[in-house]
């Protein structure tokens, strides 16, 4: 086959299944509100949960490490991109979460990447939930070690393959909320299993970290739990982009001498790592914002009238409105565009076949009245 039969193909078959992907380019996003093409929208598809990216205080802070260090770190940490900022994040994200280090990565899909493959090798085994992201589960395919996926959020599917032996180590990775459905994973219970089993669990705690637990500390704080690996990201609630991994003091300096993604790669700009200081301050006071957030997720709860639609049983954020077919999924998201509202269709393989969706995601920037609008609307299509 020709690299252009190759790449036609491609391409025929996504427009065939509505599975066609594109990019919209936008003026500018906060927690509420999307701008596009000069036209106002209120946002339902951010993960800017508490309304920080446009923080003032996070916004300047930006600007004074900006003013301070330039705009880039200049290299990878091991050489000379490493700096005060970076250090002194990684120092409040170990107090902040009780681990004894954190290690900042660029993203969470690094994160993910560099922890899995600079730990699973030939003969381990990793399991996995079956909705795990696709950073984990590609990892995991990429590792050398062995996959297995257990049933989305059972421990007695854990349990049923830990009954299988085997002779490496093992690793049980789990996310805390998930992205696609917004339920939370019964964190006790996987960590328990994977202790009496001697394995680790890693938490992947991408949507759970600033919006649940004690000064938003996260799922595992609501669960009493910690991990052996805790990944956390700062492109949901924190406003901004990055990840840590929080792990014990040999296991970081393992890292530092094996996650390819830290040693062969541009640390994240200094300027945000101050940033992301300032936003940790912002995200660990924000309680009255954690209050309004779950205030708007039990009103929308509580008032969506669903026709021929289901809603996911999720408590968080992630609220997904399951309308079934591809094609449907898309006409409710271009529904609310004409409505001006904006939300995500997603389709699979993203999510499972046949379970295409609206991925409704609430903020504590939302009041009342955007949620009655966004109730109005959904109400408008589904009686149509
Ligand atoms: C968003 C997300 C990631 C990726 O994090 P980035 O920092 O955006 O790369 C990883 N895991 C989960 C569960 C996520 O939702």
Known sequence: MSWQAFIQSQLSLRKRDFAWR??????????????????????????????????????????????????????????????????????????????????????????????????????????ADKLSHASILEASMLSSANLRRFTHNSSLALQKLFTNPSEGKTLVVTEGVFSMDGDSAPLDDLHKLAQENHAWLMVDDAHGIGVKGREGRGSCDVYGVKPELLIVTFGKAFGLSGAAVLCDEQTADYFIQAARHLIYSTSMPPAQAVALSAALKQVRQADAARAQLNQNIAYFRKNIQLNEMRLAPSETAIQPLIVGDNDKSLQLAAFLRQNRLWGQAIRPPTVPPGSARLRITLSAAHDQQDIDRLLEVIHGFATK
């Open 22 to 127: 594109k990019r919209t380019c936008i003026d500018f996003s906060t927690g509420r509100e999307l701008h596009v093409s000069g036209e106002k929208y209120l946002n339902f598809s951010g993960n800017d949960y508490l309304g920080l990216s446009h923080h003032p205080k996070v916004v300047e802070a930006w600007q004074q490490g900006a003013a301070l260090y330039g705009v880039g770190s200049g290299g990878s940490g091991h050489v000379t991109g490493f700096t005060q900022a970076h250090y002194d994040l990684e120092n409040n994200l170990s107090e902040w979460l009780d681990y004894p280090r954190a290690l900042l990565f660029i993203s969470g899909f690094a994160a993910n990447q560099a922890v899995i493959t600079a730990l699973m090798g030939q003969g381990d085994r990793i399991l």
